[in-house]
């Protein structure tokens, strides 16, 4: 899957891509803190997602992708550092 997922993060424009791997880094260290904020990686997945990958007009498929969509922003989280070097 990780390979994969830098095969996409490859093909975005490098503002995009810039600009996501910097998120992950930080959310990921705002889970460092998650036994004061209970916010591990995973439920940061689940509430910063549908605002990174939202689509111009809500739609039932937007829905159905949602839980993809989380799972792979929590493997961009813990892989931050190895996907930088590898990009």
Known sequence: KLQKIIMMLRDL????????????????????????????PYNLAVIITPNLFRSQQLTNKDLLNHGTL??????????VDNIVKEI
């Open 13 to 40: 424009p490098e503002l995009n891509r810039s600009t996501l791997l910097y998120l992950a880094r930080f959310f990921l260290l705002v889970s460092t803190h998650s036994e004061k904020n209970l916010m591990n």
């Open 70 to 79: 989380t799972d792979i922003f929590s493997i961009i989280m813990a892989n």
